[in-house]
């Protein structure tokens, strides 16, 4: 897994590749945790080059989701590639989340 | 006359050789007994380590017999596991003051481990009624974790033989220590790995023990955990025309995932055994309800898939909060997956299910699944994925396979076994096949 990050007008992005999994999830949990921390914290995650998705992967995006909420804060995604939307349909986790199209859309939910 | 005195003169020649050579005996039978000593000493202080398993044994044993040894006032031992579990020992007790002690471990950490202190060492204080030192490294798994020492010899100065006799000592039981703590992770291994069994036996007592008779159905369940214990369960309970059924799987593994599992199970069975007759939806909200609070304090969540089953209209009732797969397949037609109704449970504070339905005729099969099956690994790394699945429910509800729940069960172990071949199982594996059979 590999992990690029950026910050635009204050939204946290980071773009995921390869599988986000328990065996590679540390890192991206880490950063999660990390961004997640700060009040009101704006955080996108990008699965454009996502392969793969599990369990342990959801609940640390779950967890940061919840704690950002705590604080008017959120973690939106974008760019679902095709098995990581599957997942999120299967589980119902698209109700979850607000899930957008494009980064861009990303961008402008948060209003930037 | 002359020849009188030069035999005198002789003798006492001849006198004073024979009191120098007595003197000379007397050094060396006195250097003789030291060395017998000191051989005694360090063969009691191997004796004592070949029979030592405790660390304050080793550690006072030490003490004593190294101050014997070099024949010194005080002796004294600093032992650091880890940066802030650091002891220091003495003997005699409170002879030395404790911070002298850490600032010469501090200094000899800075030199290295070959470093040896002695009172002609400018760079090491010595304060009070310190006159002279010699101190060793203790050395494990390649770094310094103490130091062994004496203080101030009895009769004279420590010599350069003493300096090899304290390393000698600081080899001896920085050896001994590593053993012992060897010694000591393996009994906490052996400890840790009999209580997980017993996790394991509680855990496994937690699932049904067998497949309960249902009229019009033909049941057939069982779950492998990744590891001792594991994050998945499921449960039967049956009562008068209704039959529930309940699979559920914490996000993660091991012992936090298989309480949290307990938790799950035991809540679901509450419920259940109070009321037979509860709808799927208010049951899934209910465990939401109750163990939100517990999932969200600990960043987890569960997947769970409630269904109720009907023996007078075969109708199955059934709300599922975000488990994937479910596999439904009509007898001899197309398998299809059953999307979850809500989100899993502990995600938010209402599940925000919905509750479908359908039926289950004779020959149809409805396989609940963990994604332990589709996300099995082989050795390149490659998952099982879903098409498999769809392919086993369709086998299974040919009619011409006559498939009974349990060989449609072992249909998909033996398809995951030759699928990961001999790749470990990362995830719990769970499976319960519910077919349709002539009421």
Same mark, same amino acid.
């Given at each position: 897994m590999q992990l690029s990050e950026k910050e635009l007008g204050g939204v946290h992005i980071l773009l995921i590749e390869g599988r986000f999994d328990a065996h590679t999830s540390t890192p991206a949990t880490e950063w999660l945790e990390e961004k997640s921390a700060s009040t009101g914290a704006r955080i996108v995650i990008n699965f454009s080059k996502t392969e793969f998705i599990d369990s342990v992967a959801l609940a640390s995006l779950v967890s940061a989701m919840k704690r950002c909420r705590q604080t008017d804060g959120d973690v939106v995604l974008c760019e679902l590639s095709k098995p990581v939307k599957i997942i999120f349909e299967l589980t119902r986790l698209n109700r979850a989340f607000q899930i957008y199209e494009t980064e861009v859309d990303a961008m402008v939910g948060y209003g930037i | 006359m002359n020849t009188t005195t030069s035999a005198e003169d002789t003798i006492a020649q001849l006198q004073n050789q024979i009191a120098q050579l007595e003197s000379d005996v007397d050094l060396i039978t006195g250097e003789l007994v030291a060395r017998q000593d000191e051989l005694v000493t360090l063969y009691n202080l191997a004796q004592a380590y070949s029979s030592i398993l405790s660390e304050d044994d080793l550690i006072n044993i030490t003490l004593r017999q190294m101050s014997e040894l070099l024949r010194s006032e005080s002796s004294f031992l600093v032992l650091s596991r880890t940066s802030e579990n650091i002891t220091t020992h003495q003997f005699p007790h409170n002879t030395l003051d404790e911070a002298l002690i850490m600032r010469w471990y501090a200094s000899l950490k800075v030199h290295g481990r070959d470093v040896m202190i002695t009172s002609d060492d400018t760079q090491f204080p010595l304060l009070g009624d310190v006159d002279a030192i010699i101190a060793a490294p203790i050395v494990m798994e390649k770094k310094i974790r103490g130091m062994v020492g004496v203080v101030n010899k009895k009769h004279g100065n420590f010599s350069a033989p003493d300096r090899k006799k304290a390393f000698a000592v600081g080899e001896q039981i920085s050896s001994q220590l590593e053993c012992i703590i060897l010694h000591e992770q393996i009994l906490a291994q052996a400890r840790m790995q009999s209580e997980l069994d017993l996790a394991r036996r509680v855990q496994h007592s937690l699932l049904p023990q067998g497949v309960p008779n249902i009229t019009g159905l033909d049941l057939a369940a069982g779950?492998?955990?990744? *590891?001792?214990? &594991? &994050?998945?369960?499921?449960?039967?309970? +049956?009562?008068?025309?209704?039959?529930?059924?309940?699979? &559920?799987?914490? %996000?993660?593994?091991?012992? %936090? +995932? #298989?309480?949290?599992? #307990?938790? %799950? *199970?035991? @809540?679901? *069975?509450?419920? @259940? #055994?109070?009321?037979? @007759?509860?709808?799927?939806?208010?049951?899934?909200?209910?465990?939401?309800?109750?163990?939100?609070?517990?999932?969200?304090?600990? %960043?987890?969540f569960a997947t769970m898939f409630v269904g109720a089953y009907n023996t007078q209209t075969r109708k199955v009732q059934y709300a599922n909060a975000g488990h994937s797969p479910v596999v439904y397949c009509p007898a001899n037609g197309k398998a299809r997956m059953l999307e979850a109704t809500g989100v899993p449970i502990g995600v938010f504070e209402a599940t925000l299910a919905e509750q479908e339905e359908l039926i289950l005729n004779a020959g149809d099969v409805l396989m609940i699944i963990t994604d332990g099956f589709p996300e099995a690994e082989n050795k390149k790394g490659e998952l099982m994925g879903y098409d498999i699945l769809f392919e086993i429910a369709e086998w299974g509800a040919n009619p011409d396979h006559n498939a009974s729940a349990e060989l449609i069960y072992q249909r998909m172990e033996l398809a995951v076994t030759n699928f990961s071949g001999d790749t470990a199982q990362t995830d719990d594996q769970t499976l319960v096949v519910i077919k349709g059979n002539a009421a």
């Open positions: - | 779950s492998t955990s990744a *590891r001792e214990v &594991g &994050g998945d369960f499921y449960d039967f309970v +049956a009562k008068d025309q209704q039959f529930v059924f309940a699979l &559920g799987d914490v %996000s993660g593994k091991g012992m %936090s +995932a #298989a309480l949290l599992m #307990a938790m %799950s *199970r035991t @809540t679901v *069975r509450n419920l @259940t #055994a109070r009321d037979a @007759t509860v709808c799927p939806l208010d049951l899934l909200e209910t465990v939401n309800n109750s163990l939100y609070d517990d999932f969200s304090d600990v %960043s987890m």
